[in-house]
């Protein structure tokens, strides 16, 4: 199957050469781009694509600021910021606002195709230079957090007790297929448990998903 790609920058020597990179890599195909945050919201919702990749930092918006509408437009996509900023706020803000994944401009063509597949699989996405940041923030996130309240309690009783094994597996960091291997079920079961859940939280992205569960501390 081929993943359709879109790519938001407002660099066009930039989107040019990603373009070129992903058109040779196979199963890839970009079937768009945009400069701006007018024409992205614009070209996302006509083309629909299975990936975006989104800079960050753009004339007059931030990337994270367009992810609300974006989701909106375009709810089955998985959106991949693709940045030079290493900055942890960013990298958070980005996560909670709904973003599948977090890699940095510096990543090999390579690798970039690979997380694009990975996303589309379902899992979340970020560069190995920014994993340990990610941790810290999560750390200083839940260190700093109240302990769990009735309400959060309350949503968390939403869920069954399969949905509540896959929170904790998904806020652990495991793909759909690690998650399928480990509770003994079908990995297209995965995805409807998975479906079940954003649903059930009002939340948009299993990386969403796993940032409510690790500042919960169900991680």
Avoid: C
Avoid at 133 to 150: E, W, Y
């Amino acid at each position: 199957m081929t993943i359709r790609v879109m790519v938001v920058d407002d660099h066009s020597l930039f989107r040019r050469g990603l373009t070129a990179l992903l058109t040779h890599e196979p199963g890839l195909e970009v079937v768009g781009e945009a400069a701006d945050g007018v024409e992205a919201l614009r070209r996302v919702k006509e083309l629909q694509p299975a990936v975006v990749l989104l800079d960050n930092h753009m004339p007059g918006v931030r990337g994270v600021d367009l992810l609300p509408g974006l989701l909106e437009v375009a709810p089955e996509t998985q959106f991949i910021m693709l940045t030079v900023s290493e900055d942890e706020e960013d990298l958070a803000a980005a996560l909670r606002a709904g973003a599948a994944g977090y890699l940095l401009k510096t990543i090999d063509g390579q690798d970039l195709a690979a997380a694009i597949r990975r996303a589309v699989g379902g899992e979340s996405v970020v560069s190995a230079e920014m994993t340990h940041k990610l941790v810290r923030a999560f750390k200083a996130s839940t260190a700093a957090a109240p302990p769990p309240s009735a309400a959060s309690a309350a949503e968390e009783s939403l869920l069954s007790p399969r949905e509540q094994e896959l929170l904790r597996e998904i806020a652990r960091g495991a793909s759909n297929k690690e998650i399928a291997r480990t509770l003994g079920i079908a990995e297209t079961t995965v995805k409807i448990h998975v479906q079940h859940i954003l649903r059930k939280l009002n939340l948009s992205s299993r990386v969403q998903v796993a940032v409510w569960a690790s500042e919960r501390g169900l991680g």
